[in-house]
């Protein structure tokens, strides 16, 4: 009976070192791979590699993949044929339940697009362990780059999933001197009339956008498409479930934005 024991022992440690990540699904697993790791500062590098001839250049805007990494894959492989989109602007909800497994299949998806992308945070990217593993897989939550004399402010703005109020004051100090730029664009995952915004924050952060000459904001979350054009224009797209992205052609001082449809 002893040995018989010690058999059974073997054959159960046998099978779990064979299954490399065993627990991988566990709402725990936040070890995200080195080569994984620090991946807007990584995009960040090779966007200083792209040069313009002209003041006009183009960008794609894609957001909510939850667990639609088939379309997810399609959009990319479309945005690979076109050699016009120079780079790519995540809009959140990189996962569903924020799993370590999520945030790699995005990861390795990803991979396979030919052009720098940069993420923003969304609500479900929260969730369970998801902020930790989108910090260390990406980078900061609140950032921005500048690209042919434009800026981009990529700004966290979840509410509830965070447990915290979005950071006016860092979206206020970063569009400070915005006359030295030919446009500022904000990328946030909800839009400031969704579903987590109370009235005053939504004022809050239209006011901001206005007072600083913003042209246009950009989201996703609510998995449909809105344009609303004003003095701050809002660009929302819908979830990769229906193979959509959009397309923002930037000018010197204009813009012009497109839904693509596959």
């Not at 399609?74 to 996962?95: P, Q, S, Y």
């Not at 913003?214 to 996703?220: A, E, M, T």
Request: glycine share 4%; aromatic share 18%; hydrophobic share 35%.
């Amino acid at each position: 009976m002893k040995y018989f024991r010690i058999i059974i022992l073997l054959i159960f440690a046998g099978f779990f070192s064979s299954c490399e990540h065993f627990f991988e699904f566990s709402v725990y697993e936040a070890n995200v791979k080195a080569s994984n790791k620090n991946t807007t500062s990584k995009n960040l590098q090779l966007l200083e590699n792209i040069t313009v001839q002209s003041q006009e250049f183009k960008f794609a805007f894609l957001s909510d993949v939850h667990y639609y990494y088939d379309d997810l894959k399609a959009v990319i492989d479309d945005i690979n044929k076109r050699e016009d989109v120079l780079f790519v602007i995540f809009g959140g909800d990189i996962a569903d339940q924020a799993l370590l497994k999520e945030y790699e299949f995005f990861y390795d998806i990803m991979k396979t697009l030919k052009k720098p992308y940069f993420t923003v945070i969304g609500n479900h990217d929260y969730n369970s362990n998801g902020g930790f593993i989108y910090k260390t897989m990406f980078g900061d939550y609140n950032y921005s780059f500048e690209f042919n004399n434009n800026k981009f402010v990529l700004f966290d703005d979840v509410v509830l999933e965070s447990n915290k109020d979005p950071d006016f004051n860092w979206l206020s100090s970063e569009l400070i001197g915005n006359e030295n730029y030919n446009q500022v664009f904000v990328i946030a995952h909800i839009p400031p009339n969704g579903d987590q915004f109370n009235d005053e924050m939504e004022q809050k952060y239209r006011t901001i956008l206005k007072e600083n000459n913003v042209p246009l904001s950009l989201h996703g979350h609510t998995h449909t498409y809105s344009y609303e054009q004003g003095d701050v224009s809002y660009f929302t797209v819908p979830s990769l479930k229906d193979l959509g992205y959009g397309i923002v052609t930037v000018q010197e001082k204009s813009f012009n934005v497109e839904l693509i449809e596959l």
